[in-house]
Each structure stands twice: as structure tokens, then as C-alpha cells.
């Protein structure tokens, strides 16, 4: 029996996804930024339910990133199965390329490999032909290269060791179509195709370029946009073909505060060649996005992705990332709960902020409303340890319980990042506490990212509201977060947090 899905097929900040089948399978990647551990790996089995299953990359190679980088990290993965491997190519645009492999994918994967040290060169794509040579296809970031609009083509060693040429520029999309960016090279019917983004994530659209050769010429069409539906810049995805033949293309929405989200389109082959996504605009050959449709010709597997958490093993679950590089000491044993170290607040401009903190321990706001809850059993040594619920983006509010002189104290900690680059961050004390084992803290998000915390003693009695009420922004390149964390304004303390759990409800 035919059954149907609603677009978003997932209202979470899953930016610039890349997918594959293997038999019966899909996986899927997407960016991850400064958030670790890096590059999420996601499973399905019928394109539209889809759960996190493992990441890549548990840290990255660098220092560097043992201090919050927001809006650098890794960029626009793409994955691909070949020769009894997976394998997963990214970018760090200030460091270069990096490639990761694996013959389980729910297992451990190969450490990064760089295969080109270079600053701007992103979104890379592999591509092996039918006559055994490999290819790298990439993208350019302006900001760190100079060049924009532009793939670039390379030959690859076939066990993805290195590369064998300085590289050709095969499209330059300057006059037609600005940030260009994100290729994922195919073959079909001894043609290549390239899909890629243009216009800009907010209101860009999909182009796909066509050649009888790997060097070109290469044609173009724009194949899907925005038209009358409500989805903007509908593009940055991968195409993947079911074994009945079918075509499925995955993209995302830029949502401001949420991210970018997910949506899956029908993909048709057309009498002349050219692929349409989406259901037809006009007569062009474009498509606007489906709210709507027929599922994949597959059995349905519904499955949620992960949000709560009970951390009954005293680890957190595969939804959760720091902002920077882990590191062992920021989680003490003991279970059931999580304990959280308070290790110092970062040092941001000369102030004690979360904005910079790499402990923050995170998750994507998973619908455009929603609730958490999280009980906290605090075992503060020293005045300025802290620990608490935090909304995080760019704009940041936590609910917190801190010690202060001896005194418990609920507080509202919020800053936010100005136009200059500047931290402004603001602790309003709210109740003091003192004598309270236990405390449950909460926050409703409603629409336009509005929240508002609510605290009380223990799990009974009556839930105090806090004022005001937060609005939540996006961070850099990715949607609003939440979480928890322990900290302290001190370099040292013997303090920490437990957590008892962590609810999520949609509404």
C-alpha cells in the first residue's frame, strides 16, 4: 500500500546533507561545524524516518579547535560507498581537505587523512570512473581563497591517498550563478552530472550541470526553486536512486534560529535528459518543492531521532556535542545521571562568558516548539561554581544554579554577540535556593524561538516562572541549541553538577 510523508521530513539543523543506498540501506551525513564529535551519521530505510547512528569524526586535527571556533570546523561532508568501504571527505576551510573511511559504518572510523593542506578549498566530492581513475571535485570559500563561483576538478589516487594534479577549474559560474558551492559528482548513462547549490543558502536554488566528459563543456539548469511554495532556498543536497529505479533528492531549508531542515523531493528523469525535483514551476524544466507526496516505493520504518536522555550508562547519548575538542576530564564517573565537571568559564574579551565556554554540552532544537526539563543535584565547592540549562546561539540565555558566598542562588545568565563582533553578557539573580538538594529546571520554546525558563525545588511543588523571557537566535552557521553544563569562575575547582535527565516534548 502507497503511504505518504510531509515535508520537513526533519525539522532539525541538519545542514548541507549528503546521502547514500547501500542495498537496503540509506546513510547520510551532513556538517557539524565546531560541534564535536563531528560529522553525524544518519540511517533510514525507507528515505523519510530517519536516526543518528554513529559520527565520523570524534575530534578534530587540531589545537585549534580545543577552544570554541564557531562557524569553522567542518563543512559540507559528502559520502560515498566504494570498493567494500565507506567513505567520508570533508573540508576545514582554514586547515584543507580531509578524507575518513570505514568498512562499518556504525563502527570506528579511519583517523582524518588531509589530502590537500590548503585554506578555502571546500565541499569536496570523490568520484570513481568506470575505468579505475578517481577524481575530487571542490568548491572555493572566498574568504580564505579569493575565488568564488568555481569547481575544480583533480585527479585522485584511487585508494584516496593523495592527489596527482594541481587541479582544473571545469565551470566558472560568475555571471550566472553566484555561490556556487557544494558539487556531488555522478555518472548516468555515460553521462556526468554535477549537483550544486547556488544563490546563497537563504535564496538560492538547485543547478545541475551536464557533459559527455569529465573536463567538459559542461551544460546547465536551474532545476528546482522556491516558486509558490513556502520553502526558500531549496538546494545543497544529494540525489540517490532506489533499486526500482526511483529518484529521491534531499535538501535543506535555511530556517533562521532552527537551522537548516530537511526535505526530501520526488526526482523524475525528463524526455530530454535533464532531471526535474520537485513538481514542475513551468515550462523551463524547474520544479518547486513538494509539501506532500507519495512516499518512496519502500516499507515504511518509522523511527524518531534521538532527544531525550536518561544517561543511564553516566555517558551522554549520540545527540549531544561539545564546542570544541573533548576532553576527558569535563565528565566524571558515576551513574545513573551525568556528571558534569565545573571547569572554568572561557575568558572572552576580558570577560567570564558561556558564548566561549567549550564544555556546553549541546543538542539541535528538534521542532518549532518544544519543551526541556532537566533535574540537577549540585555538589558546588567554591563560590562561582555554576551549572544550569542553557538555550545557545549567537543570542544565549541559562538558567542556572550557582554558588555565591555561601548562598545557593537561581539566575539568569544571557548574553548576545553584536554587529561589531562584541560579547555583551549579563547574571541576574533570581532566588536564592540555599538548603535545595535538588532542582528542576525547564524551558518552553515557543514559535519565533521565544522561550521561557521556569524553575522549582526538587520534582514537586509549583513551578516558578522567570522573567523576562528569552528570545533565541541562531548561531554561527547553524540553528539555536540546547543544553546543559557545569562551569566555575575560578581555573580550578573540585565542583561538578549531576543530571539527572534531559526531556524533550514536542508540541
Known amino acids: 500500500m502507497p503511504w505518504y510523508y510531509k515535508n520537513p521530513i526533519l525539522h532539525a539543523d541538519y545542514a548541507d546533507p549528503d546521502l547514500i543506498r547501500s542495498g537496503a540501506d540509506f546513510w547520510m551525513v551532513s556538517s557539524s561545524f565546531n560541534h564535536l564529535p563531528g560529522i553525524p551519521l544518519l540511517h533510514s530505510r525507507d528515505l523519510v524516518h530517519w536516526t543518528l547512528v554513529n559520527h565520523v569524526v570524534p575530534r578534530l586535527p587540531s589545537e585549534n579547535y580545543d577552544r570554541v571556533q564557531p562557524g569553522k570546523g567542518i563543512w559540507a561532508p559528502s559520502l560515498r560507498y566504494h570498493a567494500g568501504r565507506y567513505w567520508v571527505f570533508f573540508s576545514i576551510p582554514d586547515e584543507g581537505i580531509y578524507v575518513c573511511h570505514t568498512a562499518n559504518p556504525l563502527g570506528s572510523w579511519s583517523e582524518p587523512h588531509c589530502l590537500k593542506q590548503v585554506a578555502g578549498w571546500i565541499d569536496p566530492c570523490p568520484f570513481w570512473d568506470d575505468d579505475g581513475r578517481a577524481w575530487l571535485i571542490h568548491a572555493f570559500a572566498w574568504s580564505r581563497s579569493g575565488i568564488k563561483n568555481k569547481l575544480q576538478l583533480i585527479e585522485m589516487a584511487p585508494d584516496a591517498s593523495r592527489l596527482l594534479d594541481q587541479g582544473k577549474i571545469i565551470f566558472d559560474g560568475t555571471p550566472s550563478h553566484p555561490t556556487l558551492e557544494g558539487p556531488k ?10 549537483f550544486a547549490p547556488a544563490g546563497g543558502v537563504k535564496r538560492g536554488w538547485q543547478t545541475v550541470l551536464r557533459s559527455r566528459h569529465l573536463h567538459g563543456p559542461w551544460l546547465s539548469r536551474d532545476v528546482l526553486h522556491q516558486g509558490e511554495s513556502p520553502v526558500n532556498g531549496p538546494h545543497q543536497g544529494g540525489w540517490v536512486e532506489l533499486e526500482n529505479g526511483e529518484s529521491w533528492f534531499l535538501h535543506f531549508q535555511d530556517k533562521g534560529l532552527y537551522g537548516r531542515i530537511l526535505h526530501l523531493q520526488p526526482m523524475h ?64 564517573p558515576g551513574s545513573p545521571g551525568l556528571r558534569l565537571r565545573c571547569a572554568p568559564l572561557a575568558d ?66 544571557h548574553g548576545w554577540i553584536n554587529d561589531r563582533g562584541g560579547l555583551t553578557e549579563q547574571l541576574l539573580l533570581i532566588d536564592d535556593v540555599s538548603g535545595c538538594a535538588v532542582a528542576e529546571l525547564a524551558c518552553d520554546i515557543g514559535y519565533d524561538g521565544i522561550g521561557h ?55
Not at 522573567?467 to 547553524?478: E, I, L, N, Q
Open 269 to 332: 528523469w525528463q524526455q530530454d535528459g535533464w532531471p526535474l525535483i520537485g513538481e514542475p514551476l513551468d515550462e523551463t524544466g524547474k520544479g518547486q518543492p513538494v509539501l506532500n507526496h507519495r512516499a518512496p516505493d519502500l516499507p515504511c520504518y518509522p523511527q524518531e531521532m534521538q532527544t531525550s536522555d536518561a544517561f543511564l550508562s553516566g555517558q551522554p547519548g549520540k545527540q549531544w556535542q561539545w564546542q570544541a575538542n573533548p576532553r576527558s576530564d569535563w565528565l566524571l
Open 185 to 194: 559528482l555522478y555518472k548516468r548513462h555515460n553521462e556526468y552530472w554535477i
Open 453 to 507: 525558563f521556569r524553575y522549582r525545588r526538587a520534582s514537586h511543588g509549583d513551578w516558578q516562572p522567570v522573567t523576562p523571557p528569552f528570545s533565541a537566535g541562531a548561531g554561527k552557521w547553524v540553528g539555536a541549541k540546547t543544553g546543559i553544563y557545569a562551569a566555575s569562575g575560578h581555573n580550578h575547582s573540585a565542583g561538578h553538577a549531576r543530571f539527572t535527565h534531559f526531556i524533550v516534548s514536542s508540541k
Open 348 to 413: 572572552k574579551e576580558g570577560t567570564l562568558a558561556l558564548y566561549a565556554t567549550p564544555q556546553l554540552l549541546l543538542q539541535k532544537f528538534p521542532a518549532v516548539r518544544f519543551s526541556v526539563t532537566t533535574v540537577i543535584t549540585p555538589d558546588f565547592q567554591q563560590s562561582g561554581d555554576e551549572a544550569g540549562l542553557v538555550i545557545y546561539g549567537e543570542r544565549y540565555a541559562a538558567l542556572i544554579l550557582c554558588q555565591q558566598q555561601g548562598r545557593l542562588l537561581v539566575g539568569l545568565r
